[in-house]
């Protein structure tokens, strides 16, 4: 093989692997309960709009649920659940007061070799519970994160989502943000590359917002530049902090 040939299959390489971007996941078929439920909730690190492939998720460093202004520690109920060689983590919370459930983790940095950087990605689900609606856009105090300016349940496909992005607590102005759909089990085809991960960007209050074309699960992922680290190898390297909210829309009955 030529090394003309070489070197244009290792930039398609290249660009493949650029163009999946992780998403950490965070979710539960439930975005609002109208009556006592179990929440099933389940964490993966993952490219939700391409199906995968996972990526082993270490243990949490945080991953916990604010009620009625109240943090609850949730790592103890966390079980584990091997796909493919790569953990995977669920829990089960039950839903039975009023009120908004603000479910927040903090994943363990990932090392992604490809790119030569860590990866922490402080990821939110809110659910609405029994008509409570005081604390859907509190924040949980995390170093990134979305502050959503549109109540982030009971959302139609169509509705545009706004939020702001903050980096301890101030706005991030023209902070880039990117938006995947969770593609469940990849039955969804993106027509081009470029439809896999749409990019926007927030304004100069580090406000943005997004219509949203479709039913199903979202994500929003602003991410920002962290403090240098050290790679496995202990050479530096960079750290990307990604500040992540999860939402679900839902199709109008025809």
């Known amino acids: 093989m030529s090394i003309a040939k070489l070197l244009t299959g290792f930039t398609i390489a290249l660009s493949s692997i650029s163009a999946m971007a992780h998403f950490q996941v965070l979710l539960s078929e439930n975005d609002y309960c109208e009556n006592p439920a179990e929440l099933k909730l389940k ?40 796909i493919k060689n790569s ?44 008509g409570g609606e005081e604390a859907w856009d509190s924040s949980v105090g995390f170093p990134v994160e979305i502050e959503p300016l549109v109540r982030p349940y009971g959302l139609y496909a169509g509705n545009v989502f706004r939020g702001i992005v903050k980096k301890d607590g101030k706005p991030v102005p023209f902070a880039e943000i990117e938006v995947e759909y969770y593609n469940q089990g990849g039955k969804l085809k ?33 991410l920002v530049d962290g403090p240098k680290a050290k790679s496995p190898d202990g050479k530096e390297a960079d750290t990307e902090l990604g500040a992540l909210i999860w939402i679900k829309a839902y199709d109008m009955d025809k």
């Open 43 to 82: 964490l993966i690190f993952t490219h939700p709009m391409e199906g995968g492939p996972l990526m082993d998720m270490a243990e949490p460093k945080q991953f916990f649920v604010i009620s009625e202004g109240k943090r609850i520690d949730l790592l103890k109920s966390l079980k584990t659940e091997k």
């Open 87 to 130: 953990a995977t983590y669920s829990s089960v919370f039950k839903a039975d007061k009023p009120g908004d459930l603000i479910f927040g983790v903090e994943p363990a940095p990932y090392w992604e070799p490809a790119e030569n950087k860590y990866i922490i990605h402080y990821t939110k689900y809110i659910v609405g519970v029994m």
């Open 190 to 222: 993106a027509p081009t590359e470029a439809h896999i991960t749409q990019v926007i960007k927030a304004d100069a209050s580090g406000v943005f917002s997004y219509g949203i074309p479709k039913a199903g699960f979202w994500s929003f992922a602003a």
